[in-house]
């Protein structure tokens, strides 16, 4: 049980052990508990009696090493209370002879594998920050673009300003893990093991052959598999080499119950360790992927299509009702004529065609052949023809961007964001700015100045 003791600590020159040459005297410190004293001298601290304050126990500024020497007493008043509270912790009591004990004991040296652990893990948070800014600059350099081929020669140069820092700093780390990753004689951790595979996909996506919202993805699962380990096994990082096959069954757990997630969002997670568990094989950071016969289990989606009555509610309204998403608000929004009659026309023919096919009834609206459940099948089609026709095209997003820029310029800006379905009015105010860009360039391009 932790008793309060008196304690003070006194620093004075042991002036009977002058150094008759240099006429220096060491200075020793004085540790008093609850009546009981020991000294300990101050290890390279002596000066000249007359450079000594007996009033503030410090070295006066004559003394050419005033600054060093004080700053040596101010560490030792703060161990040798630090070791008082840790021998009160351990024994309930303490004593000068037990602090002082524990100052002079020897220090453990940190072993191979710790010093390894500690270089890693400082690579590691070195390595998210220039992914989430890289991250990050895509995504408003894909809102630049999103509406037009061609920006100011000003902000053309900023972006491309950027994007070479930014890949200079990430050629920097990848040059810094080679060795972390390459010496068979390093022990091989997980957190190491997903820095390496990271780095690996973000050259992926420097190189066009991945997308940068997939790098995203991989940097939050990263995130999530750092927090299970701290949170399941008490440590900042694992060996390779002393995993089990429980890992992944724990880890699907873990994302399930501590975060909610469904058993599809689930299973991105532990399919992602699959991968990156591959790569290490491959590495050579462990002999085979004990996680390979591991099924990553997804459950069909139950699609909420319209139904046919929704669909004829919607046709005699002349509305239409979009449900909330995690990302989007619910709201109403009028359909125009050409809506209405094009979706007559798909109940009258074209509805009843695929129907024949089905062999039976459905109240599903927009029915697939095979009877297909996931919509990716008919938005793909349709953008198909729209390319077609139009070779601008590129995805639903510009699509869905090109209509909300319109809604902005044709509504205010509280009706753009209904109609959108903006949580956020900021997100709406984006595509305003969008706007002021063009203009910009508009101005730079038919009236230079």
């Known amino acids: 049980m932790y008793v309060q003791q008196s304690c003070s600590l006194l620093f004075f020159p042991k002036r009977n052990e002058i150094n008759r040459r240099t006429g220096m005297v060491p200075i020793y410190a004085r540790l008093m508990i609850d009546g009981q004293t020991a000294d300990r001298a101050v290890k390279d601290v002596r000066v000249l009696p007359e450079h000594w304050n007996t009033e503030a126990k410090q070295v006066t500024a004559d003394s050419p090493k005033a600054k060093a020497s004080n700053k040596k007493l101010a560490t030792v008043l703060t161990d040798v209370f630090r070791a008082i509270d840790l021998v009160q912790a351990r024994a309930g009591t303490a004593t000068p002879d037990a602090a002082w004990a524990l100052l002079e004991a020897p220090r453990e040296v940190p072993s191979k594998t710790q010093l390894e652990k500690k270089v890693n893990l400082d690579f590691s948070l070195r390595l998210d920050q220039p992914v989430k800014e890289y991250v990050v600059f895509r995504k408003r350099k894909a809102k630049a673009y999103e509406f037009t081929p061609e920006l100011p020669p000003l902000r053309t140069a900023q972006f491309e300003e950027t994007e070479e820092a930014l890949n200079r700093r990430i050629d920097q780390l990848d040059k810094e893990g080679h060795p972390l990753f390459d010496d068979k004689a390093r022990t091989k951790t997980v957190v190491l093991a997903m820095d390496e595979h990271l780095l690996h996909f973000?050259?992926?996506?420097?190189?066009?052959?991945?997308?940068?919202?997939?790098?995203?993805?991989?940097?939050?699962?990263?995130?999530?598999?750092?927090?299970?380990?701290?949170?399941?096994?008490?440590?900042?990082?694992?060996?390779?080499a002393g995993l089990e096959y429980r890992f992944i069954e724990l880890l699907e757990t873990h994302c399930m119950t501590r975060h909610q997630?469904?058993?599809?969002?689930?299973?991105?997670?532990?399919?992602?360790?699959?991968?990156?568990?591959?790569?290490?094989?491959?590495?050579?950071?462990?002999?085979?992927?004990?996680?390979?016969?591991?099924?990553?289990?997804?459950?069909k989606t139950n699609r909420e299509w319209l139904t046919r009555e929704e669909m004829n509610w919607l046709l005699r309204e002349g509305r239409i009702m979009v449900h909330?998403?995690?990302?989007?608000?619910?709201?109403?929004l009028e359909l125009e004529a050409g809506q209405v009659y094009e979706l007559m026309d798909y109940l009258a023919v074209t509805r009843k065609k695929l129907l024949q096919g089905y062999g039976e009834t459905s109240d599903v609206l927009f029915l697939q052949h095979h009877k297909a459940?996931?919509?990716?099948?008919?938005?793909?089609?349709l953008l198909k023809h729209l390319r077609k026709i139009n070779g601008a095209v590129k995805n639903l997003d510009q699509i869905r961007g090109s209509v909300i820029t319109h809604w902005v310029r044709t509504y205010d800006l509280r009706k753009a964001q209904y109609m959108a379905g903006h949580r956020y009015v900021s997100s709406t105010e984006d595509y305003k700015q969008q706007l002021l860009d063009e203009l910009q360039g508009d101005v730079q391009k038919f009236h230079p100045l």
């Not at 940068?212 to 008490?234: C, H, N, P, Q, S």
């Not at 909330?324 to 109403?332: G, I």
């Open 202 to 240: 973000m050259k992926l996506v420097k190189a066009g052959h991945r997308s940068f919202t997939t790098l995203e993805k991989m940097l939050g699962r990263k995130g999530r598999l750092v927090e299970f380990i701290t949170d399941r096994y008490r440590q900042d990082d694992l060996p390779l």
């Open 373 to 381: 459940a996931n919509f990716y099948g008919v938005t793909a089609t």
């Open 261 to 299: 997630m469904v058993q599809n969002t689930a299973s991105k997670y532990t399919s992602t360790f699959k991968d990156i568990m591959t790569r290490a094989v491959a590495n050579g950071g462990m002999p085979a992927n004990i996680f390979e016969g591991f099924q990553c289990s997804y459950e």
């Open 324 to 332: 909330s998403q995690r990302r989007t608000a619910e709201r109403v």
